[in-house]
């Protein structure tokens, strides 16, 4: 196994191209909305677009594309697109809310304690909304289809 068969593996690089272009755009959706550049969403989970959704996404499709539906590779991506997904907008979601209500109680526990004994705030950014999640998978269905079906 070499760099070039990574190389070469066109629905890879799909893959990897629809993660960036979701991650980029979530700064750049921040810079909008805030006016202030955020890089730390370039690598975190959760935000518009959903990175995960676009990079299943991108995986099924490109699979589509290059193999065909009626195969076992595409089912394989499908169902794993559908679980991320799902996951994305359903057990993460609830796993951000949680991490809210923890917070506030936290805090609580703050002001009747000294700072030192209570940790770092839960990340409450986790999930994502179903919106979210259907934004990153048009996203990575249109790049792996621009990719394989117009540009090549």
């Known amino acids: 196994m070499t760099i070039r068969d990574f190389t070469g593996n066109t629905v890879l690089i799909i ?3 629809a ?7 979530k700064v750049i959706i921040i810079y909008a909305q805030e006016k202030r550049v955020a890089w730390s969403y370039f ?11 676009a990079t299943v996404c991108a995986l099924a499709t490109g699979i ?3 193999q065909g539906i009626n195969t076992v590779a595409f089912t394989i991506s499908a169902v ?18 949680q991490s809210v209500v923890l ?12 700072f030192t004994e209570i940790e770092k705030d839960l990340k409450e950014f986790i999930g994502h909304t179903p919106f979210e999640v259907a934004a990153g998978a048009i996203l990575g ?4 289809w621009v990719w394989l079906a117009v540009g090549g």
């Open 15 to 17: 893959c990897i191209v």
């Open 141 to 144: 269905i249109v790049i792996a």
């Open 64 to 66: 589509a594309i290059e």
């Open 103 to 114: 917070n506030r109680i936290i805090e609580e526990l703050r002001l009747r304690r000294p």
């Open 19 to 25: 993660w960036a272009v979701a991650q980029v755009l």
């Open 80 to 97: 794993l697109a559908i679980i991320v997904m799902y996951d994305a907008a359903g057990v993460r979601q609830s796993v951000g809310k």
């Open 43 to 53: 690598i975190t989970s959760g935000g518009m677009p959903s990175s995960h959704a």
